[in-house]
């Protein structure tokens, strides 16, 4: 499961905004200027001058210069969580296939076979190098795919490969010692053969993400722990590579001349500023000294569609109250349904995306509105509205009624409800707002407790809470995906701690995890989503929330795949 | 003198050891666990907390901290994996330090004229002024004046840059933000010490005597008016190198003020231990020097 406090990142296509261009001098007029100067006018007959006197302007390098949110906490991608890491890490590496705009493509891998079970892979790697120039290989891969499991090193990844690798997990906690039993051989310099634990669409997704980049064994065994610190202690095989890395100022990416696709990048150099966020971005790209950020704030996002620059949104994360397990005291009112559904029916989304949650996207089911379905989006082949947005008071009561008959309780007999999120002023906004729908409408009390970042998700594994305001990963593909919060319900994984069990929602949820048809996928996907919305187990979900990427007019428009996609942008 | 000194020193070290085990202990104290993650397996979550000696009671950690320290190691981070927390001294300090020092000389030049004017012109108009000034300039938080200066001088006038680090225009933003509030307190300050010192007999004497005008301030007051100032240096200075998270953030300067702020945020137990033994050996250090200070220049003071 993939949580997100803050916000995380998603893969669905986006929308776009553009204003009229900006008017301060840009780059792309720059060049155009400079063209012109050197032009011969038009009504001057052209000089009759032999090439060789005719000295060619060299083009200015086409640089982009982007927002970082924070300083990146490592380009090991074994221990890569956030997405500002994962992002950096997509530019400058490649896996064997790529996710570019939602769908699978081939990366270094130009070719595969998958068997019949849907288990076992053999990839058909193309010739392609390090941006050192060293041939790349099969081996590469193979050492990548060992060391995310090794038994002797503790990488946050690792876990999130059991989930894809054959016997990894086996590998991983010395249940086999022998690592060639895990499910991934070079059949030669160029074959790799890889088994999948489970059959489905997943498998592709996951290997495009940054966990399963090839990594450059003569660069990765003399660093050492210092692997991934540095810019000199980074392997690079991607569209870019990271030639500097000053913390908490600037990464610099340059264009990768060994890179197999080289003639379809065309920037020259990334730079990107960390720590450039909000106001501060904003400011800069105002001033002309960015030319992309990343936020989700709307107003910002409005005061630079105002000022001339383009915009593109996407649904980032799913914001959700989620109901704690089995010993926070409250479980006997969590388990009934009429008292979730009570809850459930008594917030106003849209009054809170309206005024607190500004960008937010009130939502009336799990789907968010962008969400790929087969052919179109999901909501528009499986429609389904599962509450107001503007809550349903009176319908919450008589179900709070319901409920209290159920329990053999009155209103004054339920506890106090106590609401953990990380504290940060919108969070506190936004569950103060919660607090005094609850109170008015169904005469529930919460209380709220805001913790540090890791004091609270220590509480949250421990299971230490009665609601948990969080956000939700959306996954590679859907929500569906193993790295999005689906997964967080099936009891049959260890670690489940939630009482809600439902035995139709884990035969459908097989079914998304090993089809290979997606109309399949969508279909069980679909039947799961109308469980959760009218059973709702373990959480209340509140809003979409929408990133915006605001960005120059000057170049072309980044793509979407499961974070925004700078890779092929041009300067136009 | 030199019995005072060496007290004062060990004194110094004293307080410095209670420091780390205040800090350490506070730590342990506070709610939480930086590996404890249900996506990892439980056998390692326990080898993650072995490679950092998190496994070990904490009295022996305790000593093993020390140890360590003895030894020059502050350790590794836990969340910026791998990275050294000596690196985050060696990288933000000497950035936080200049800008520091550009404010505590650029302070200078401007809290010492007003300072005098207002002692010089007492419940008159110009006192009045200075006055107000420097309560707006204590009033006034950075959070606020250093957005507002960004977008006038950055976005709109463009002026200077908005942001970075790396030339002396860079510099002159941040200085300013950091010169409201500071030199507001400064100006009062002076003004305080200098009227203060005015109402002395020696001052009536050198009056008395048809000294200027000018060669009483500068003579007589100012030199006498500077003693808590002067003393006062090694503090001010230490308070002012070690950066401010407020205006770092603003200007996106790389300096080390914010990293505590996040250490502590993901219970990054080495940054923490590491960013508080240092900022605390600093300010007791500048303290030592202050007493120090004081017995030199002031022979009233000066302890046999």
């Given at each position: 499961m993939a949580f997100s406090v803050l916000e995380g990142c998603g893969s669905d296509s986006g929308t776009t905004t553009t204003a009229a261009p900006a008017e301060t001098t840009t780059k792309a007029a720059q060049a155009e200027t400079t063209k012109a100067n050197n032009d011969t006018p038009a009504?001057?007959?052209p000089a009759e001058t032999t090439p060789e006197e005719t000295e060619p302007v060299p083009a200015e390098p086409a640089e982009l210069r982007m927002s970082i949110?924070?300083?990146?906490?490592?380009?090991?991608p074994h221990n890569s969580q956030d997405d500002v890491t994962i992002k950096l890490i997509l530019l400058s590496n490649e896996g064997l296939v790529r996710n570019r705009g939602g769908s699978i493509v081939p990366g270094i891998a130009e070719s595969w076979e998958i068997s019949e079970d849907g288990l076992e892979y053999t990839f058909h790697l193309r010739e392609s190098k390090w941006a050192d120039g060293t041939e790349l290989t099969a081996e590469d891969f193979v050492y990548a795919f060992r060391r995310i499991v090794d038994p002797n090193q503790a990488y946050q990844q690792a876990e999130g490969a059991y989930l894809v690798l054959a016997n990894a997990m086996e590998y991983h906690t010395g249940?086999?010692?022998?690592?060639?039993?895990?499910?991934?051989?070079?059949?030669?310099?160029h074959t790799l053969y890889v088994k999948a634990v489970s059959p489905g669409t997943e498998m592709l997704y996951t290997l495009a993400g940054a966990d399963w980049i090839p990594i450059q064994k003569s660069v990765a065994d003399p660093a050492?722990?210092?692997?991934?610190?540095?810019?000199?202690y980074v392997s690079n095989n991607g569209p870019?590579?990271?030639?500097a890395w000053e913390h908490q100022s600037k990464v610099v990416l340059e264009k990768n001349?060994?890179?197999?696709?080289?003639?379809?990048?065309?920037?020259d150099k990334i730079t990107g500023f960390i720590n450039a966020t909000g106001q501060t971005a904003a400011d800069m790209m105002l001033a002309g000294d960015l030319d992309y950020m990343t936020t989700t704030n709307s107003e910002i996002h409005d005061q630079l569609v105002e000022a001339g620059f383009k915009s593109f949104s996407y649904t980032s994360s799913l914001q959700c109250l989620l109901t704690g397990g089995?010993?926070?005291?409250?479980d006997v009112y969590f388990e009934n349904e009429h008292f979730i559904k009570a809850m459930n029916l008594a917030i106003n989304r849209k009054a809170i995306t309206d005024?607190?949650?500004?960008?937010g996207i009130p939502a009336?089911?799990?789907?968010?509105?962008t969400m790929k379905g087969v052919d179109k989006p999901f909501v528009e082949e499986y429609p389904y509205e599962a509450w107001s947005i503007e809550g349903e008071p009176e319908k919450a009561k008589a179900e709070m009624d319901l409920a209290l008959q159920e329990l053999g309780k009155t209103i004054d007999e339920v506890p106090e409800i106590c609401v953990l999120c990380y504290e940060s002023e919108k969070n506190l906004l936004l569950i103060q707002a919660m607090q005094d729908m609850y109170l008015k409408t169904l005469g529930i009390k919460l209380t709220i407790e805001p913790l540090p970042i890791q004091a609270m998700f220590s509480k949250v594994f421990s299971n230490d809470f009665d609601l948990w305001w969080s956000g939700m990963s959306i996954g590679?593909?859907?929500?569906?995906?193993?790295?999005?919060?689906?997964?967080?319900?099936?009891?049959?994984?260890?670690?489940?701690?939630?009482?809600w069990k439902d035995e139709e929602f884990a035969r459908l949820y097989d079914i998304v995890k090993t089809t290979g048809d997606l109309k399949e996928r969508k279909d069980a996907l679909f039947e799961i989503e109308k469980i959760l919305c009218e059973q709702h187990p373990p959480f209340l979900l509140a809003a979409y929330t929408q990133a915006y990427i605001c960005y120059s007019p000057d170049y072309t428009d980044p793509e979407l795949a499961r974070y925004d996609d700078i890779t092929y942008m041009m300067l136009k | 003198m030199l019995k005072y000194v060496i007290k004062r020193l060990i004194f110094s070290v004293l307080t410095i050891l209670v420091l780390i085990t205040a800090t350490f202990f506070l730590m342990k104290a506070l709610?939480?666990?930086?590996?404890?993650?249900?996506?990892?397996p439980k056998e390692v979550q326990m080898r993650q907390k072995a490679y950092y000696g998190l496994d070990k009671p904490v009295v022996v950690q305790y000593f093993q901290y020390l140890n360590n320290l003895i030894h020059g190691d502050l350790g590794t981070s836990m969340k910026n994996f791998?990275?050294?927390?000596t690196s985050y001294i060696r990288e933000g300090f000497p950035v936080s330090a200049s800008l520091g020092l550009a404010a505590f000389f650029a302070g200078q030049f401007i809290s010492w004229p007003l300072g005098i004017l207002a002692s010089q012109f007492r419940n008159k108009a110009p006192d009045y002024l200075v006055v107000f000034i420097a309560v707006c300039g204590i009033a006034l938080p950075e959070m606020v004046i250093g957005p507002v200066l960004r977008y006038v001088?950055?976005?709109?006038?463009?002026?200077?840059?908005v942001t970075g680090w790396g030339?002396?225009?860079?510099?002159v933003m941040p200085v300013m933000v950091m010169l409201f509030g500071s030199t507001g307190m400064a100006v009062r300050s002076h003004r305080a010490n200098l009227l203060s010192v005015s109402t002395q007999d020696y001052m009536k004497t050198a009056r008395a005597k048809g000294m200027s005008p000018a060669k009483v301030v500068f003579k007589h007051q100012l030199r006498n008016a500077s003693v808590p100032w002067f003393t006062g240096i090694p503090g001010t200075l230490a308070r002012l190198m070690t950066g401010s998270m407020v205006i770092e953030n603003i200007f996106l300067?790389?300096?080390?003020?914010?990293h505590l702020v996040n250490a502590l945020d993901a219970l990054d137990y080495p940054v923490v231990m590491g960013l508080t033994l240092f900022y605390g050996t600093m300010m007791i250090v500048a303290n030592f020097i202050s007493d120090m200070m004081y017995g030199i220049v002031d022979p009233r003071i000066r302890i046999h």
């Open positions: 009504t001057t007959a949110d924070f300083e990146p906490t490592t380009l090991d249940k086999i010692t022998d690592v060639e039993e895990l499910g991934v051989k070079a059949i030669d310099d050492g722990p210092a692997y991934g610190t540095e810019a000199q870019y590579k990271i030639t001349e060994n890179y197999w696709d080289k003639d379809n990048i065309h920037l089995s010993n926070t005291g409250l005024t607190l949650y500004k960008g009336s089911r799990i789907s968010w509105p590679s593909q859907d929500w569906g995906s193993p790295d999005g919060f689906l997964s967080s319900f099936d009891w049959r994984n260890e670690g489940y701690t939630g009482s | 709610p939480g666990d930086p590996f404890q993650n249900d996506k990892v791998g990275r050294e927390v001088l950055g976005v709109k006038l463009k002026a200077l840059p030339t002396w225009q860079h510099y300067i790389p300096g080390m003020g914010k």
